[in-house]
């Protein structure tokens, strides 16, 4: 088993995750996963990276695939006895003109943005070393989609003792309500790609909650972001960030000192701890 520490990425052969990588890869003491879920890919993302004078290394990851997921804890577990920084980066969106039937783009997108996301977590989670990180790749979207639920709802999503499983079921609410067409009666915003990262942020502070309570003395913080508008894929070509500068808050996170006890449980976009 290795002493080395290590780092993965999910969802990294490019755009912000491949960013992501890329920096880790200057800064972080140890091995560096790069994950995709296309083992082509994510090769051709690894010898991109190699060509720039640095050496990640390769591991297949689909996040919405548990055989998958479930490959990647028993490899961590076994090569290097857990985990030092986990950033779950992986993420879809529909772009803004799609005309794939909403009830389906919200379905979609909620399984793999916060249901996926939340396998990985319930994975790895377990695995993280004392003095881990744990970075969960939201957006500001998830802010403003808040903002666009009910009082009700808002009341629920910024509750400082939801569970999980109450998260879990206001998530398939959403995805049901769309299918039934009264998501926005039902207090919702029109918005499946905010709703999950609500989701998202939410599950994140739930996570650092129960971090707090079960392993108190292991100094692990977990924190969800916001990148920032990114030139990518997803984002388009007219967003102010590359990737390089949206990778910013999501490593500051992941390389947080090892005498830092914060932030913790929150929400960071540019570098700041933001109101949720």
Known sequence: MSNVPVAVVTGSNKGIGLAIVRALCKQFPGDVYLTSRDPGRGQAAVAQLQ??????????????????????????????????????????????????????????????????????????????KPYGRVVNVSSMVSSSALGGCSQELQQKFRSDT??????????????????????????????????????????????????????KGEHILLNACCPGWVRTDMAGPKATKSPDEGAETPVYLALLPSTADSPHGQFVSEKTVKPW
């Open 162 to 215: 939801i569970s999980e499983e109450e998260l879990v079921q206001l998530m398939n609410k959403f995805v049901e309500d769309t299918k039934k067409g009264i998501h926005q009666k039902e207090g919702w915003p029109n918005t499946a790609y905010g709703v999950s990262k609500i989701g998202v942020t939410v599950l994140s502070r739930i996570q650092a909650r129960l971090l707090n309570e079960q392993r």
């Open 51 to 128: 060509q720039e004078g640095l050496r990640p290394l390769f591991h297949q990851l689909d996040i919405d695939d548990l055989q998958s997921i479930r490959a990647l804890r028993d490899f961590l577990k076994e090569k290097y006895g857990g985990l030092n920084v986990l950033v779950n980066n992986a993420g879809i969106a529909f772009k803004v003109h799609d005309t794939t039937p909403f009830a389906v783009q919200a379905e979609v997108t909620m399984k793999t943005n916060f249901f996926a996301t939340k396998n990985v977590c319930t994975e790895l989670l377990p695995l993280m």
